[in-house]
């Protein structure tokens, strides 16, 4: 019997088990479970799944190699200076400091006010954006953790890394189901970690940080004219 993990929050599927609970008996092969069944735990659909391979089976993935440091630091946009400040407020809010945490979110709101809308900005781009991100990108900053010892950078990854695979299933939902997808329910996202949710109410914990649901903000919908 086979293991399949959820690429997105780790939920497991193990065939020999099944999930008695939800009418799944034990048993119950993979291919045989429905094509539109979703994880229990994040929703996420079956293609985010992916065969557990055990420990003495697994081959190890070439690394890529790290790229050259420029000669000099390029500057940040404002966009990306607006990105850091409110990750560094979040950081103090966990660190239960409150004055600085308030300092950096208005450094935030600062430069995202003075970010420029892209001209290109649609969600067929976001989309290839997403996807080079999770293709090559990710490899990248997780070599160059792994090889400076990095543990916070690695354990960030992992977190951005699930939510970025559960940004990618959302828009391949979106653009399959257009509109209609975001049409009488709420879109919720995990002020720590950054999970995204839509439905009518956000679950108990978030399933990759595990900090309690009232850390999740609803998105407010845009007023059309």
Known sequence: MKKYVCMICGFIYDEAIGIPSAGIAAGTKWEDLPPNWVCPLCGAPKSSFK????????VEQPKDVLPEEPEELRPLSVGEMSALCSN????????????????????????????????????ENLHTLVQKNLQEEFAVANNAAEAMADRGAKRALVWSEKVTHILNSLLSR????????????????????????????????????????????????????
């Open 88 to 123: 560094l407020a979040r950081g103090c809010e966990k660190q239960y400091l409150k004055e600085e945490s308030a300092l950096f979110t208005q450094l935030a709101e600062y430069f995202e006010r003075k970010t420029p809308v892209e001209d290109r900005a649609n969600m």
């Open 51 to 58: 065969e557990k391979m055990e420990k003495n089976t697994e």
């Open 174 to 225: 979106y653009e399959k189901e257009e509109d209609a997808f975001l049409l009488h329910t709420n879109v919720y996202v995990c002020e720590t970690c950054g999970f995204i949710y839509v439905g009518e109410a956000p679950p108990e914990v978030c399933p990759i940080c595990k900090v309690p649901n009232w850390k999740m903000s609803r998105v407010e919908r845009r007023q059309t004219v």
